[in-house]
């Protein structure tokens, strides 16, 4: 045996990786990250009427409610520790239009859900998104002029819209649109209007992602939409790109950014991480979670732990908090342990 191979055995009897991972409690004890109750937020579908819990096809264990459903299941998610729900009307077809107006009427489903909530359960939160594509007869995030979504006037929209769902009790408004200076004018709205404590979390790098389609089943816009979202989504092969939107929304005045979709995009999330500091949410999308649900029904995989490693991913990305349909599930199962 050479004096090399000495040496080597030398080294790695001192650099023996897996001493740390002989047992359970050595994995506990040096493990880097965690997740917990604590990272989790829930989104969740309205409808109009009472009594109604209807299981949304392309998202199994997924269920549209009526705000009074809505409010039971909020009591039972602060019951678990989830700290706070997004909301997402599936307003009636005959209430959508070209400019999505609805989105201005104080009594539509989101505020509607917004006030009924925080009565019953006034320790969650309420995270409300502007855009207007559940308000708009084309599916769109913003206003339709003459084939081309109009930028300044959709601003002005979901700015007043901001307002209104802070009236209602919103805790954080979550403009999902990404129209250009948006940030910044709801933030001016909204502190105009007196809620300069209500945050924004914004949707700061939204992509262009295939990931989206059963989300628009569940606020029926999948039949509506006309063309597609690139010409304001952002293009899935630019990170760069990605930065500058974000710091665009850091300088207007953003409180937490968002990536969405999520395990698509760890890269991004750990890039903002790096570069702001401030939170960072990743939107673990419906695609994403409709195929974890549907290889596991097959028994391709075991969805539980595979559930688990990608909400585990997003902590390890620099995440701070997680928007994902599995909250309620993730909460139970963590409250056994």
Not at 5 to 18: A, E, S
Not at 99 to 115: K, W
Not at 140 to 147: E, F, Q, S, T
Not at 151 to 176: F, H
């Amino acid at each position: 045996m050479t004096d090399r191979t000495h040496l080597v055995d030398h080294i790695t009897g001192h650099r023996r990786m897996r001493r740390n991972r002989k047992a359970d409690w050595t994995r506990r004890m040096v493990r880097e990250n965690q997740l917990t109750v604590d990272d989790l937020i829930w989104p969740i579908f309205i409808v109009a009427g009472s009594g109604i819990i209807e299981p949304i096809p392309a998202m199994p264990g997924v269920n549209r409610m009526s705000i009074d459903k809505a409010v039971e299941a909020a009591k039972q998610a602060a019951d678990l520790g989830i700290p706070a729900l997004a909301t997402f009307p599936n307003e009636d077809l005959s209430l959508r239009d070209e400019t999505g107006s609805h989105s201005l009427v104080e009594s539509n489903l989101i505020n509607e859900a917004t006030r009924a909530i925080k009565k019953a359960v006034p320790g969650i939160g309420i995270i409300t998104d502007v855009a207007l594509d559940p308000f708009t007869s084309h599916g769109h995030d913003g206003i339709l002029r003459g084939g081309i979504i109009v930028n300044d006037e959709t601003v002005d929209a979901i700015a007043r819209a901001a307002v209104m769902q802070a009236d209602a009790g919103s805790d954080i408004i979550a403009p999902s649109d990404m129209m250009d200076g948006r940030v910044g004018a709801i933030r001016g709205a909204l502190d105009a209007a007196g809620h300069q404590d209500v945050g924004i979390m914004s949707y700061a790098t939204k992509f262009a992602s295939a990931h989206y389609g059963p989300y628009r089943e569940a606020i029926s816009t999948s039949g509506l939409l006309k063309g597609d979202k690139k010409t304001y989504y952002i293009d899935p092969a630019n990170g760069t790109e990605a930065l500058r939107d974000a710091a665009l929304d850091v300088e207007e005045g953003a409180d937490m950014l968002m990536v969405k979709p999520g395990l698509p995009y760890l890269d991004i999330c750990w890039r903002i991480k790096q570069e702001f500091g401030l939170p960072v949410f990743a939107y673990q999308v419906s695609g994403e979670y409709t195929m974890v649900k549907a290889a596991a029904a097959q028994g391709w995989i075991d969805g539980e732990r595979v559930m688990l490693e990608q909400l585990l991913s997003f902590k390890r990305a620099g995440c701070d908090g997680i928007l994902t349909y599995f909250a309620m599930d993730v909460a139970r199962l963590l409250a056994k342990r």
